[in-house]
């Protein structure tokens, strides 16, 4: 199943009971996970305040506290099944408490003797530099008559041209780049001046007693206990987490719950005795829903008619109301396209949901801009190890993104394989004919004395034997039966359609088929903005402003990029001269564009004065915004212009540095040569595959974040977020408290 092309239907639910049931309710709540609250405001007075949170919730979120601070130090492997809930709360209340406050005192343990070691650390750095001055540590301070100076003197100078420059005497050390200087106390101002003008900076020596290099030898001797000590602890989490990880996790999941179960009461409405709970929650689970609160709330409503109400063009509904989350339906083999509809945000609830058509245009757009099997396959091989490093996590996120980066993979495959390109090569045969020699192709095989041509099938010039191997996975090894009888002398398939349009299989986007790649891209642009449009059309008709807000914010649109689109390629064709039918059909092709368009334009000023636009500046405004479509169109070229970097890129590598290696290692050449050439071939490939997957990653998502989607999504909605978050570890127990 592709995926559903809406969100879930959601459903407006409130509830009311005694408030002595209300922590019971709430338990019931987290355990089906079901409903996301609309926090009370406190304001509709009536005599409702905000709820309490649960007695035990300070014991609750001290305990949690706990468990995270533990998982942070503990590498704690993910449980291969789930536990129920009875279980691991006998873990939390029994065998874990001791193990827990074992593990504490030995992180706490680890902590000191870290801090210790970063202190000790600290200190040999600081003894190093005072081991070679040669005095005492103990000579540095406790004097009542005289004032110590020591650190660096930037200045060539010493300490004793300090002295004579303040003219006083005084006692000198030097060594290992410090200076020492002691002076009287009234002589310390004096001295001072004189050594800041020496650029001298002040170090502060180490507290002790005695010869800095004991203390040293003692300060290195205290940090290789240390660091052994740590390493011993260390040892006991890792064996801590081996015999109790698994437990640590689920305790901590369900902790987590219990924290937010605890601090739930806190979100709603009470009164002395009753409680009054308002929230949403996905229709299709309201009998489940009501028949486990039914023995515990007098009263439960649930309203599904939960759409924005919108009037006319410029109307607005009960913007007072809350707008309804949005759940995703089910996408089924979209799901990984969740990543990209959630990184712009969720739309406005009852609208289309991009997700499924971002499963057919993203790897498109991706996949034409790549296109090349190598790359391909390394694609889906760091999708493969993604999805290893991540499997056991229980990270969706990284699950999703390791088959996100699947699909990229497969399309780059697929348009490798329409392309004939394999590492940046041309893989594929070409065909050779006496009649073409002198022709465009410019690849003619002639012999270099006379002049003739090799009829037949040939590689490419420079295309490596395991490159060219891969034409096996074509039809007749790549040498099509009657090439240049039916289709010309490169493809085994190809079509031309209307507008110019060319498909050929193979499709040689780097030579025979440059022009066409471009025009594709053009014409691939105009049907995605198409299809934006018919999509904010049928939103503003379902959810929207109705049949005129789709007439004037969408089909006014889609008259002008199809009537541009018209009257631009008869205006363009009809310069080369066609035939007089076909000169009459431009004619009228580029008459009925320039009404579309013109529609358009007048459909547009309509919308902005309605908009509240003043009319004359409506009237510079809606040609300005309809010759704006003409650059969001063309910018679909960089489908065609970032695929055609990328494969030069690879390119120059293959003509420049692959020579070289073939050289080096068959004919005798240099060795060193052919291997630093094949290093460098190597780091190429590499680039270039880096380059291939970030860059088109990057114009794909402009292309459908920015051209398409702002066309008709308006990333407004909030995400469905039931109370109780999610169970990856642990049942929840639906029972009563």
Same mark, same amino acid.
């Given at each position: 199943?592709?995926?559903?092309?809406?969100?879930?239907?959601?459903?407006?639910?409130?509830?009311?009971?005694?408030?002595?049931?209300?922590?019971?309710?709430?338990?019931?709540?987290?355990?089906?996970?079901?409903?996301?609250?609309?926090?009370?405001?406190?304001?509709?007075?009536?005599?409702?305040?905000?709820?309490?949170?649960?007695?035990?919730?300070?014991?609750?979120?001290?305990?949690?506290?706990?468990?995270?601070?533990?998982?942070?130090?503990?590498?704690?492997?993910?449980?291969?099944?789930?536990?129920?809930?009875?279980?691991?709360?006998?873990?939390?209340?029994? +065998?874990?408490?001791?193990?827990?406050?074992?593990?504490?005192?030995?992180?706490?343990?680890?902590?000191?003797?870290?801090?210790?070691?970063?202190?000790?650390?600290?200190?040999?750095?600081?003894?190093?530099?005072? /081991?070679?001055?040669?005095?005492?540590?103990?000579?540095?301070?406790?004097? *009542?008559?005289?004032?110590?100076?020591?650190?660096?003197?930037?200045?060539?100078?010493?300490?004793?041209?300090?002295?004579?420059?303040?003219?006083?005497?005084?006692?000198?050390? =030097?060594?290992?780049?410090?200076?020492?200087?002691?002076?009287?106390?009234?002589?310390?101002?004096?001295?001072?001046?004189?050594? @800041?003008?020496?650029?001298? =900076?002040?170090?502060?020596?180490?507290?002790?007693?005695?010869?800095?290099?004991?203390?040293?030898?003692?300060?290195?001797?205290?940090?290789?206990?240390?660091?052994?000590?740590?390493?011993?602890?260390?040892?006991?989490?890792?064996?801590?987490?081996?015999?109790?990880?698994?437990?640590?996790?689920?305790?901590?999941?369900?902790? +987590? *719950?219990?924290?937010? +179960?605890?601090?739930?009461?806190?979100?709603?409405? %009470? =009164?002395?005795?009753?409680?009054?709970?308002?929230?949403?929650?996905?229709?299709?689970?309201?009998?489940? /829903?009501?028949?486990?609160?039914?023995?515990?709330?007098? !009263?439960?409503?649930?309203?599904?008619?939960?759409?924005?109400?919108?009037?006319?063009?410029?109307?607005?509904?009960?913007?007072?109301?809350?707008?309804?989350?949005?759940?995703?339906?089910?996408?089924?083999?979209?799901?990984?396209?969740?990543?990209?509809?959630?990184?712009?945000?969720?739309?406005?609830?009852?609208?289309?949901?991009?997700?499924?058509?971002?499963?057919?245009?993203?790897?498109?757009?991706?996949?034409?801009?790549?296109?090349?099997?190598?790359?391909?396959?390394?694609? #889906?091989?760091?999708?493969?190890?993604?999805?290893?490093?991540?499997?056991?996590?229980?990270?969706?996120?990284?699950?999703?993104?390791?088959?996100?980066?699947?699909?990229?993979?497969?399309?780059?495959?697929?348009?490798? !394989?329409?392309?004939?390109?394999?590492?940046?090569? @041309?893989?594929?045969?070409?065909?050779?004919?006496?009649?073409?020699?002198?022709?465009?192709?410019?690849?003619?095989?002639?012999?270099?004395?006379?002049?003739?041509?090799?009829?037949?099938?040939?590689?490419?010039?420079?295309?490596?034997?395991?490159?060219?191997?891969?034409?096996?996975?074509?039809?007749?090894?790549? @040498?099509?039966?009657?090439?240049?009888?039916? !289709?010309?002398?490169?493809? #085994?398939?190809?079509?031309?359609?209307?507008?110019?349009?060319?498909?050929?299989?193979?499709?040689?986007?780097?030579?025979?088929?440059?022009?066409?790649?471009?025009?594709?891209?053009?014409?691939?642009?105009?049907?995605?903005?198409?299809?934006?449009?018919?999509?904010?059309?049928?939103? &503003?008709?379902?959810?929207?402003?109705?049949?005129?807000?789709?007439?004037?914010?969408?089909?006014?649109?889609?008259?002008?990029?199809?009537?541009?689109?018209?009257?631009?390629?008869?205006?363009?064709?009809?310069?080369?001269?066609?035939?007089?039918?076909?000169?009459?059909?431009?004619?009228?092709?580029?008459?009925?564009?320039?009404?579309?368009?013109?529609?358009?334009?007048?459909?547009?000023?309509?919308?902005?004065?309605?908009?509240? /636009?003043?009319?004359?500046?409506?009237?510079?405004?809606?040609?300005?915004?309809?010759?704006?479509?003409?650059?969001?169109?063309?910018?679909?070229?960089?489908?065609?212009?970032?695929?055609?970097?990328?494969?030069?890129?690879?390119?120059?590598?293959?003509?420049?540095?692959?020579?070289?290696?073939? &050289?080096?290692?068959?004919?005798?050449?240099?060795?060193?040569?052919?291997?630093?050439?094949?290093?460098?071939?190597?780091?190429?490939?590499?680039?270039?595959?880096?380059?291939? %997957?970030? =860059?088109?990653?990057?114009?794909?998502?402009?292309?459908?974040?920015?051209?398409?989607?702002?066309?008709?999504?308006?990333?407004?909605?909030?995400?469905?977020?039931?109370?109780?978050?999610?169970?990856?570890?642990?049942?929840?127990?639906?029972?009563?408290?």
């Amino acid at each position: 199943m592709v995926g559903e092309l809406t969100n879930r239907p959601m459903a407006r639910f409130n509830a009311a009971g005694l408030r002595k049931d209300l922590d019971s309710v709430m338990h019931i709540l987290c355990s089906l996970k079901a409903v996301d609250l609309i926090d009370f405001d406190g304001e509709e007075g009536n005599h409702l305040n905000l709820g309490s949170p649960r007695d035990d919730h300070d014991a609750v979120a001290k305990n949690l506290s706990t468990y995270r601070s533990i998982s942070k130090w503990v590498e704690s492997s993910r449980p291969e099944g789930t536990q129920s809930e009875k279980t691991v709360r006998g873990w939390i209340n029994g +065998e874990l408490t001791t193990e827990i406050q074992s593990i504490s005192e030995t992180i706490s343990e680890i902590e000191d003797k870290r801090s210790e070691a970063n202190a000790t650390e600290e200190r040999i750095a600081a003894l190093g530099s005072f /081991v070679e001055l040669g005095v005492d540590l103990d000579l540095f301070d406790g004097y *009542r008559t005289a004032t110590v100076f020591s650190g660096n003197i930037g200045d060539k100078g010493t300490g004793q041209d300090a002295l004579q420059s303040a003219g006083v005497s005084g006692h000198v050390a =030097s060594g290992g780049g410090l200076t020492m200087v002691v002076v009287a106390n009234e002589d310390a101002a004096a001295v001072n001046n004189a050594l @800041e003008s020496m650029r001298f =900076s002040a170090v502060q020596p180490p507290a002790g007693t005695g010869s800095p290099r004991e203390a040293l030898t003692d300060s290195t001797t205290l940090l290789k206990d240390l660091n052994l000590e740590i390493e011993k602890l260390e040892s006991t989490l890792d064996s801590w987490a081996l015999k109790h990880g698994e437990k640590l996790v689920c305790g901590l999941e369900l902790l +987590e *719950r219990d924290f937010i +179960e605890a601090t739930a009461p806190a979100r709603v409405a %009470v =009164s002395q005795h009753a409680f009054m709970i308002d929230g949403w929650i996905v229709a299709d689970r309201e009998d489940e /829903v009501r028949a486990a609160l039914k023995g515990l709330c007098s !009263y439960i409503d649930v309203d599904t008619d939960v759409a924005p109400k919108h009037h006319g063009v410029h109307g607005h509904g009960h913007h007072n109301d809350p707008s309804p989350p949005v759940a995703f339906g089910d996408h089924g083999l979209s799901r990984p396209m969740e990543l990209l509809t959630d990184a712009v945000g969720r739309s406005d609830y009852g609208k289309i949901d991009p997700t499924v058509f971002m499963l057919i245009t993203y790897p498109l757009f991706f996949g034409l801009m790549l296109g090349d099997m190598l790359y391909g396959f390394m694609t #889906l091989g760091l999708a493969g190890l993604i999805y290893s490093r991540v499997k056991d996590s229980g990270n969706d996120l990284g699950i999703l993104g390791a088959k996100l980066v699947a699909y990229i993979g497969l399309s780059t495959v697929l348009f490798g !394989y329409i392309y004939g390109e394999f590492a940046g090569f @041309e893989i594929l045969p070409h065909y050779e004919s006496c009649s073409a020699y002198a022709g465009t192709s410019g690849r003619a095989l002639a012999d270099g004395a006379s002049g003739e041509c090799h009829k037949g099938w040939h590689p490419y010039d420079g295309v490596p034997a395991w490159a060219s191997s891969f034409s096996a996975l074509y039809p007749y090894g790549g @040498e099509f039966p009657n090439v240049v009888e039916h !289709y010309g002398e490169h493809s #085994l398939w190809e079509t031309r359609l209307p507008m110019g349009v060319v498909l050929a299989f193979p499709f040689h986007r780097v030579s025979y088929n440059l022009t066409d790649l471009i025009l594709l891209t053009i014409y691939l642009g105009i049907a995605h903005l198409m299809v934006a449009f018919i999509l904010g059309a049928i939103d &503003e008709i379902r959810h929207g402003h109705g049949w005129s807000g789709a007439i004037y914010g969408k089909v006014s649109w889609m008259l002008v990029l199809g009537g541009g689109f018209f009257f631009s390629y008869a205006y363009l064709i009809s310069g080369g001269g066609p035939s007089p039918e076909y000169a009459e059909l431009l004619s009228n092709l580029k008459m009925g564009g320039l009404i579309a368009a013109a529609i358009g334009v007048l459909l547009l000023l309509v919308h902005l004065v309605h908009e509240g /636009v003043p009319l004359w500046v409506a009237c510079l405004l809606a040609p300005i915004e309809a010759i704006g479509m003409l650059p969001t169109t063309l910018s679909y070229v960089r489908l065609f212009a970032v695929g055609i970097v990328g494969v030069k890129i690879a390119e120059a590598g293959n003509s420049l540095l692959y020579p070289m290696i073939v &050289e080096g290692f068959s004919t005798g050449g240099s060795i060193l040569v052919a291997v630093l050439a094949l290093i460098g071939w190597f780091c190429v490939q590499i680039f270039a595959w880096i380059l291939g %997957v970030f =860059s088109p990653n990057i114009h794909a998502a402009r292309l459908h974040f920015v051209e398409w989607m702002r066309q008709f999504y308006t990333a407004s909605g909030k995400a469905f977020a039931p109370l109780g978050g999610r169970s990856r570890f642990v049942e929840a127990d639906k029972g009563q408290q």
